[in-house]
Every structure is written in structure tokens, then in C-alpha cells.
């Protein structure tokens, strides 16, 4: 008893002394709190093996953790939310667990790290589970979150430390596996979750992929249990309260051609044979969409968040996943005064697969729907891909053309226009869209002696079309844009830098390139880093090109996940135009760069330099002292935002630090830069989740 006693002691004096000393006989562990920094309102008590840290999630409420620094003991002691001043215990005696499946990347048949076509379940892959071994605790304040840092995590090749990561003025906060390989030439997925030994909860609730709550009693211990849910979140309520767990809305979705909706979130007993306990949690299907499946990638040395967000109520299942819904809109894009949404490179084949095969057509497709629901104003359908007659026959071909566009004219509305358009794939290299302000009748094939325009009593002009000179004669006469899909990946490996000095890819006509965040890496604070650093290549390269996103999905049904997989351009126009009037002024917008483009939790709403707004151009004072602004609003908290620049050759990059920010605001944000010798200059946004927004180049002479 002595003995105990004086362990007692000794552990009160070093917690006093910014150590912390485990009473933990059999492994002698020692638990260092190595740094202490908590901003206003957060606060922290150690006691003995407990560590408790609160913090203000807003009306004067407060979250709490109990952490038990034991190994071999769950972590987190207690989970609890305050209500009028009186914590409520939520869930207790959890673990965060993380199971990494570990496969291997093709770095060698087609280009490297930005490889897609790559089918990684098919090729030898393990899964293991993370251990934990409790050694060193930080705690760090930076602006409005607060990050504790654990050491100790581990499998098999990898190896990091636990983060928690809470969110003032929110019941949020983030927990991650941060782990490092050094092996080559490595694609990894990750499941996720709380688990208890004890069933840590009473009912589990979900939304369904049709939007109606589901509500399951837990009476006993079950079996795992993998669930299509919409929100992509997993709640767990005892009596106190409820948790919702869910991950990053887009972050977490590797790329894919489809978004079928894989069973995202988990929870029951035992998972996968590998976590002991009772659990909910988020998960990954192995096989994805069983066509090319990538994974993620993690590169030797670089920092992978295995990561979930966790929310806390006190009102019940209904008011939390209403709460998680608010942080990506409903899983829509925000209307936003002035602008449209436009979402473009779509493969439904809604005109080969259904209308002339002869299948009933319905008065409103559900691919239609899908789009509304999402709030999208303007669809650019990138149809006929491999599936129709591009060459001819020329009667064939002009069918398909027609059926194209009369459904959609009759698709589109006074708020919802369905413009035609296709991924060609001929004439110029690699994989490009083309979008026309209005039908257009041309065919991808022109035999000797066959005039470049024809005219005929049913469809007016056609054009047919021989090599690249005759695709970009086509493009100028009819006043239409191309763009390369998926830059140099996929069918674009290569392109547009083997084009670059055509004079098809010089013209005003050829746009740019497309975004996606392809491939995926959780090492990564930022989506898509492929297209936006061949976006600053061609703002070096002295061209004014423009970057839109795209989707580049086939099937499009209520039941997929599509909001994960998917982006959105918003562009800056007054009054959406009629189909039947033709939609110019769309091309417009796109060509003029007055426009931008995002996952839709963050929206840029204004970026201005000396009063310029992207696509245009402004004169640089002499000393080059420049005044910056950028008007956004975001639903997660923000991350950082970066001016981007270049001087011809070089990129700069001013990362303005935005942890200071809260959930759900906006704000208005200047500064003073000098971008002397600079030519060009860009915005980009980012946030907690790795949710982003960038825009246009304002160029600088």
C-alpha cells in the first residue's frame, strides 16, 4: 500500500510539472505531456491516468473528452456534451480503431503516381489493424481548434501517431491515424470507427439512400453489418445523447467512373474479424466499383490521415443528422445570388441505352432528378462515349444527334438547362470535350471529296470532320470551346503538354483542362493537385486557359453517392438562358474565366486584385504592392487559403492561415501583397475536411 501510495504522489508532482505518470505496473509506461497550449475557453486536467479537455461548441455549451492514457484500456474514457452548464455523458469506455489495407501502385506502365487505370484489389493486398501504444501526449491550440497528439501508432509498414483535433464552436471534432510508410510504390484504403468491448450504445440511426431515417435497437451484440446510407454518416444514441460519425464528404472517396453507393458505414460486433467489439464506423469497399480501382496513393515518407469526423447531440438522431447534413449543404450546392451551377462530362448514354433501344422513356429520368436534387442549374453531358456510331453511317450518326438534342430540349426547363455534348477522343490527342452554343450536326469522318459543310432539308448544316485542321475549323465557325478531360491522366497521359504549341491548343477556342480530385492522397491538404499544377504550367506558359471541374461518372441514380464523387463550376451569370435560344452566353462565361469552381462546402463569392476580378487583367503598380480581397463562406471550418502566383517560370505561393475561423460563416479577407515581376495570380480555398474552392487567373501586366 506504501508503494501505491507514493506512485500516487509522484504521479501528482510530475502532472504538476507538465508530465504525466501512468500507474501502469506491468508495462512501467510513462505518458509525457510534452507541450501544453490551449486557446481561451479550452481547458485541460490531468488526473492521474485520466486527461480531461473541454471546449466551447457554442450557446454557451461545452464538449468534453475523458481520455485514459492506459494502454490496453480504451482511450476514451468518456464522450460527453454539456446542456445548461451539466455535462452529459454521451458514449463511454470507445476506442478509435482503424484497419489499413495495404496494396501496390503500378508506377511503371503509365504515369506514375497520377496513374488511374490501375486495379489494386486484384493484385496481392493485406489489411491490418492499427495498434496503439500510448507513449507520448501533446495538446496544441491554434486558432480555433485544438489538436492532441498521441505517439504510438502502428502496423505493419506503418507507423505514426494518433490526433484529435476539436473545433470551437462546434460539438466536432476529428479523430486521425497519422502514419508514414517508406515503402515504394504503395496504394492503401482505411476503415474506421469507435469501438467498444461492451456494446458502447443503445440504437443506431441512418439515413437511407431515399432519405428516410432508420432507427435499429441494439438488443444485443450483432454481427457487423455494412449499410448504403445517404450523408454518409453512422449515429449512435444512448439515453444522454447521440454521436455521429462520417468522414470527409469528399477526401474520403478515391476516384472512380462510378458513384454506387458501396455501403459506406458499418457498425455491429466484431467487424471484419479484426476489430473485437461492438462498433459504428465508416468503411471502404476493397473491390470499389470492380472496374479500375486505384485506391489511394501514399508514397514513401508522406504523412496519411486515416481520418473521421465525429459530431455531438443532445436532441436525438433526427436533429444530429440534420446538423451533419448542414455541413455539406443537404448534399447540394448552395444557391448563391448571381452565379449558376454548371456540372459537366457525364456518360449516362440516357439517348443509346434507353431511347433508342426503344425503352419506355420517362417524362423525367432519374438522372434528371438526381441533377435537381443536387441544385444543379446547367448539365454538360459528355454522350456517345464508345457507345455510338461517331464516324458514321452518316444517317446513323445524325440520328443519334438529333435524338441528343431534342431530349434535351425536352429535359430543360426555365431553371434547369441538359446541354448536349461529347467526348470525341479523335483528331487532336488524348481524351478532350467539346461544348457548342447550340446543335450542332457534324460527323467525325470526311472521305475524300467530301465538301468540310454540307446542308440538307432535315438538318441544316453538317459538318464533317477529317483531321485536327477541320476540328478546329469547326470550333471557330460555330463558336464552340474544347477542353482536355482528365489532363495527363487516364486517356490524357501526355496531354495538353504534347499539344501545347498546336495551333488548335493556342486558339481562343480550346479552353484548357478539366478538374477532379484524381488521384487521391490523404497526405495531401488540398483535392486534385494534377489539374491545378497544370493549371499554373499554363498560366507560365503565357496562355490565358482556363481549368473547369468535371465529374466524369457514367450511371446517375438516386441510390448512388454522388456527392462525394462529385463538383461544381459556379458562374457568374444574372438569368439563366432557354434552351431554345441557345446557351452562348454560358460559352461566354467559361471562355472570359468568370467563374469558379468547387466541392461546395466552401464558395468563393468574390476575389479581386486592385479591384480586378478573375479573367481579367490589371495593371501592377511600380512597386508591385497589390491589394488583395476574397469574399467566401464555408460550412467546415476553413484550413487556409493561398494566393498563387508566377512570374513566367517560377510559381510562388502566400498561404494565408485561416484556423482562426469557425464552422458556418463568411467573411470578407484583404491583404497586401507584392507580386512585383509577377504575370498572373489565382485564389484557392481550403478547409478542415480538405473541401475546397478555386478560382479563375487574374492576369498582371
Not at 14 to 38: E, P
Not at 115 to 125: A, N, Q, S, T
Not at 411 to 431: A, C, I, K, W, Y
Request: contains cysteine.
Amino acid at each position: 500500500m506504501r508503494v501505491k501510495k507514493t506512485s500516487y504522489l509522484i504521479a501528482a508532482c510530475l502532472a504538476l510539472m507538465g508530465l504525466l505518470l501512468v500507474d501502469d505496473v506491468a508495462s512501467a509506461q510513462i505518458i509525457r505531456q510534452k507541450k501544453f497550449k490551449t486557446s481561451p475557453g479550452v481547458f485541460v486536467s490531468p488526473t492521474g491516468t485520466r486527461f480531461t479537455i473541454t471546449w466551447p461548441t457554442g450557446q454557451g455549451n461545452n464538449g468534453r473528452l475523458v481520455l485514459n492514457l492506459k494502454n490496453d484500456e480504451p482511450l476514451f474514457n468518456s464522450i460527453g456534451l454539456s446542456k445548461d452548464g451539466v455535462y452529459q455523458t454521451i458514449i463511454q469506455n470507445v476506442d478509435p480503431q482503424f484497419i489499413i489495407s495495404e496494396g501496390k501502385r503500378d508506377l511503371v506502365s503509365q504515369n506514375g503516381w497520377n496513374i488511374f487505370f490501375d486495379k489494386v484489389p486484384l493484385k496481392p493486398h493485406q489489411s491490418y489493424k492499427v495498434d496503439f501504444h500510448k507513449r507520448d501526449i501533446n495538446v496544441n491550440s491554434s486558432g480555433s481548434r485544438t489538436v492532441i497528439t498521441i505517439t504510438g501508432a502502428e502496423a505493419p509498414n506503418f507507423k505514426g501517431d494518433l490526433q484529435i483535433t476539436l473545433y470551437n464552436g462546434q460539438p466536432l471534432f476529428n479523430i486521425a491515424a497519422v502514419v508514414s510508410t517508406q515503402k515504394d510504390s504503395t496504394a492503401i484504403l482505411y476503415d474506421a470507427g469507435l469501438v467498444g468491448k461492451e456494446r458502447p450504445v443503445k440504437n443506431v440511426s441512418y439515413s437511407d439512400v431515399y432519405e428516410k431515417l432508420q432507427t435499429a435497437v441494439i438488443n444485443q451484440p450483432d454481427t457487423a453489418k455494412n449499410i448504403a446510407v445517404k450523408y454518409r454518416a453512422i449515429i449512435g444514441t444512448n439515453d444522454k445523447g447521440s454521436i455521429a460519425v462520417f468522414p470527409a464528404p469528399h477526401q474520403y472517396f478515391y476516384p472512380l467512373d462510378e458513384a454506387f453507393n458501396l455501403k459506406f458505414v458499418w457498425y455491429g460486433n466484431n467487424y471484419r474479424q479484426m476489430l473485437d467489439g461492438f462498433g459504428i464506423g465508416i468503411r471502404q469497399e476493397l473491390n470499389g466499383d470492380k472496374r479500375y480501382v486505384p485506391w489511394f496513393n501514399a508514397p514513401p515518407g508522406t504523412k496519411q490521415r486515416l481520418n473521421f469526423f465525429c459530431l455531438l447531440g443532445s436532441n436525438g438522431a433526427p436533429a444530429l443528422i440534420a446538423h451533419v447534413r448542414q455541413f455539406t449543404h443537404n448534399d447540394s450546392y448552395k444557391p448563391l445570388p448571381g452565379y449558376k451551377t454548371m456540372a459537366s462530362h457525364f456518360h449516362n448514354e440516357f439517348i443509346m441505352s434507353v431511347v433508342l433501344k426503344g425503352k419506355p422513356v420517362p417524362d423525367s429520368p432519374g438522372f434528371v432528378k438526381v441533377f435537381k436534387r443536387l441544385g444543379v442549374n446547367m448539365v454538360h453531358l459528355a454522350e456517345f462515349h464508345y457507345t455510338a456510331h461517331p464516324k458514321g453511317p452518316g444517317e446513323q450518326r445524325l440520328q443519334e444527334l438529333k435524338t441528343l438534342f431534342e431530349q434535351c430540349a425536352r429535359l430543360s426547363s426555365s431553371n434547369f438547362l441538359l446541354l448536349p455534348g461529347e467526348e470525341p477522343n479523335e483528331f487532336f490527342g488524348g481524351h478532350w470535350l467539346e461544348f457548342f452554343p447550340k446543335p450542332v450536326y457534324w460527323i467525325m469522318d470526311r472521305k475524300q471529296g467530301t465538301p468540310f459543310e454540307t446542308t440538307d432539308a432535315e438538318h441544316g448544316k453538317v459538318y464533317h470532320i477529317g483531321d485536327k485542321n477541320d476540328m478546329q475549323r469547326l470550333l471557330q465557325a460555330e463558336n464552340g470551346l474544347a477542353w482536355t478531360a482528365h489532363a495527363r491522366t487516364k486517356g490524357s497521359t501526355g496531354f495538353p503538354d504534347a499539344y501545347k504549341k498546336e495551333d488548335f491548343f493556342l486558339s481562343d477556342r480550346f479552353l484548357g483542362g478539366a478538374w477532379k480530385a484524381m488521384p487521391a492522397d490523404l497526405s495531401q491538404p488540398r483535392l486534385g493537385k494534377r489539374v491545378l499544377d497544370l493549371m499554373d504550367d499554363m498560366n507560365n506558359w503565357g496562355l490565358h486557359k482556363k481549368v473547369l471541374s468535371e465529374a466524369d461518372l457514367f450511371s446517375i441514380e438516386p441510390e448512388n453517392e454522388m456527392y462525394a464523387h462529385m463538383n461544381i463550376n459556379y458562374l457568374k451569370l444574372d438569368k439563366q438562358p432557354e434552351y431554345k435560344q441557345g446557351w452562348q452566353t454560358v460559352l461566354d462565361v467559361l471562355q472570359q474565366g468568370k467563374f469558379f469552381s468547387t466541392t461546395g462546402e466552401v464558395l468563393i463569392e468574390d476575389f479581386k486584385i486592385n479591384g480586378r476580378s478573375s479573367g481579367e487583367t490589371v495593371a501592377l503598380p511600380a512597386n508591385g504592392q497589390c491589394h488583395i480581397s476574397f469574399k467566401t463562406s464555408w460550412t467546415f471550418p476553413l484550413n487556409f487559403a493561398e494566393i498563387i502566383s508566377g512570374d513566367g517560370k517560377q510559381v510562388y505561393r502566400k498561404r494565408v492561415n485561416l484556423d482562426a475561423t469557425e464552422a458556418f460563416d463568411s467573411r470578407l479577407f484583404t491583404l497586401t501583397e507584392n507580386l512585383k515581376g509577377r504575370k498572373w495570380a489565382r485564389l484557392e480555398i481550403w478547409d478542415a475536411a480538405v473541401d475546397g474552392a478555386f478560382t479563375q487567373t487574374i492576369w498582371l501586366k
